[in-house]
């Protein structure tokens, strides 16, 4: 469903005073120029906006792309820096060097004091180190200081690699009790088509559930060919915060000041949270990997969105190799994503009873079984 609002209300949605926390994404495309070399000008101008920001008692949390493009101008490397894995990590290494020594630099100017957190995907799908970079962002904020994050994409491979910061964005601003994510594009929102080519498109300026239709207007390019999101990424970060209850905004970032510009204009894509998830389920709806699939027939699916647990009487198929307590995907009769949760049996209990009502379970089981195959409090739906 998508409602034509006031334009100007996507950014009051991230004022200090409805949004205490804000995290802010800047793309690649905007922090370097075609030469490869920081756009201090401009870059000035966003840490102007977020000091006044800070000033007027919003925290704010910066994910800075950039490190690849930067490094790959100094080490001369083709295709900025993406052309193979051991490119971008080369590069990576190198231009994240710079990349923290500017931002040093103009927080500094500022009276901002920068921090540095480089992070993999497994520090935010892991539970237990989520929770350890929840509490040092959380410590940085009490000092006042302003954390800048990236993906440390140097020792990140493919497999475990968010690949695109809008994700570790949306991932992070709910390690860091976020309630706003803006990020800052090369692109002025979501638009109906893409307006390169169709002189109908439309932007919409707020997306209130991220229905297949919506997810049907994004493409993986991106304009510059810089970065690696492109929309598609930007809605599964949109998903992603929103079912931790988080607001997302694209937004064109390729204006001076582009934040007070937003606040003052409006303009970009709000992307409303469909509900407010918190904590543990917050945490598994925005996991990305997951070491099993259930697939559920019709009636269990209807069920599921009713609140209900998932019983094995209703699983259709079991795949992968889980323990109890992993992290498993639930699948709808035409393979569609309907949720995730936390698995009450390993994978070869849970094949041996799929199908069956609770009372026939103990004769396969050799044990009495539990309530369910996934508890309503250890699921979420997507
Ligand atoms: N982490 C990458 C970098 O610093 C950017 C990823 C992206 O393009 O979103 O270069």
Redesign the pocket.
């Known amino acids: 469903m998508v409602a034509a609002l006031n334009p100007v209300i996507p950014a009051a949605a991230f004022d200090p005073g409805v949004c205490p926390r804000l995290v802010v994404k800047i ?2 495309s905007l922090l370097v120029d075609a030469a490869g070399a920081v756009r201090t000008g401009w870059l000035a101008g966003v840490v102007a906006d977020l000091a006044e920001r800070r000033a007027a008692g919003q925290e704010i949390v910066i994910v ?7 490094g790959a101008r100094r080490l001369g490397l083709e295709k900025g820096g993406r052309a193979s894995l051991e490119d971008a990590q080369a ?2 290494a190198v ?2 060097v710079a ?1 923290a020594g500017v931002w040093e630099q103009l927080l500094g100017q500022a009276g901002l004091t920068a921090a540095q957190l480089l992070l993999t995907l497994g520090d935010l799908e892991d539970r237990r180190r989520y929770l350890n970079v929840a509490a040092t962002i959380a410590r940085l904020l009490d000092l006042k200081a302003v954390p800048v994050l ?2 440390n ?1 140097t020792v990140a491979t493919a497999e475990i690699r968010f ?4 994700r ?1 964005a949306a991932r992070a601003a709910q390690a860091a009790g976020a309630s706003g994510v803006i990020l800052l594009s090369d692109v002025d929102g979501l638009y109906t088509a893409n307006p390169a080519s169709d002189p109908t498109a439309r932007r919409l300026p707020v997306v209130e559930a991220l229905t297949p239709e919506v997810m049907a207007m994004a493409t993986g390019e ?1 304009r510059s060919g ?4 492109g929309m598609a ?1 930007k809605l599964l970060a949109a998903r992603m915060a929103g079912a931790a209850g988080i607001a997302l905004a694209i937004c064109d970032g390729r204006v001076e000041r582009p934040l007070s510009h937003f606040a003052n204009a409006g303009g970009g894509t709000l992307f409303l949270p469909p509900r407010a998830a918190k904590g543990r389920k917050a945490w598994l709806a925005g996991r990305l990997t997951v070491n099993g699939t259930l697939t559920v027939d019709a009636g269990a699916a209807a069920a599921l969105k009713r609140g209900a647990s998932l019983l094995a009487a209703g699983v259709r198929a079991v795949e992968g190799r889980f323990k109890r307590g992993d992290v498993v995907a639930i699948h709808g009769p035409a393979g569609e994503l309907l949720g995730r949760g936390l698995a009450g049996y390993d994978a070869d209990d849970a094949r041996a009873i799929m199908g069956l009502r609770n009372e026939a379970q103990a004769a396969v089981l050799g044990y009495a079984p539990r309530a369910a195959l996934v508890h309503a409090d250890h699921l979420v739906l997507i």
């Open positions: 793309g690649s800075s792309s950039g490190a690849i493009a930067l590069a990576a231009g994240q990349l990236n993906e994409d690949g695109d910061n809008d570790l991106t810089m970065g690696s999101g990424a």
